[in-house]
């Protein structure tokens, strides 16, 4: 794991990942960010914290108040770091569970533009296309086989509402069989919602949306970038590997499995 980000781009990377999943509402509080949303997005309804340092338990009563008076069960989004020990104790002795270890990963789009290269066959180390808006074949590989297609119809709807995002698709034969998106925010180009056709698999063609988001990226100015991917993720993460990205936080969701206190 690559050394940690200064405490200015941890605070930015954390806004900028928010913002490119528009949560319907957001508040600060105590140095956090708290997004609220209906929808099956995390990161849209999960409270972060913009910076590195111990937390002690009143400012967990206050963030906890805000959700309950939404009608919204708590949930944090906290990054495997020792400031946190002690706010990860009480999470627990308030019955709340962790999952899914997430990788924060940090590159540039000039070294990730060259990812293209590494695909085979038919349109191999071409660009995908890079839209301003989603079309409905876009939103349509959300919601295929192999995809949950109520989280897909969450996950568009999300990324669909960010303002200033861009959409790749590869398209074949009329079909998007390759798709992702890249937000803009807070000096950070970011990619999101990395989704290949189960059918697809294995030809570049995450690639090629790479690439072609690093592209717009640079013709907008913006050098660095960064993406969030599942640490279970092997095939993803061997290819964000490829496109010269490295993991410089780990982060869990904790969620409170009993209501209230």
Known sequence: MSSMPSVADIEAIERATVAAVSPEASEELDGWLLPF???TVKRARS???LHRSAVDAGTLDRIEDRYDSRQVVPALRLADADCFDGLRAELERRHYVEDHP???QIGTVREMRQVAAAGTGAGAGALADVDRAPDDAWAALFLGEGFDPVDGAHRVRALARAKGSLYASVRENGRTVAAGAMAFGHGWASVHGMRTDKAHRGRGLAGRVLAGLAQAALTKGFER???QVD???HPALSLYR????QTHWQYRYWQR???PR
């Open 37 to 39: 949303d209906g929808g």
């Open 47 to 49: 409270a972060v914290p």
């Open 102 to 104: 997430t990788c924060v």
């Open 225 to 227: 970038v960064f993406l």
């Open 231 to 233: 640490a279970q993720n």
């Open 242 to 245: 490829r496109a010269g990205f």
């Open 257 to 259: 499995q009993q209501w």
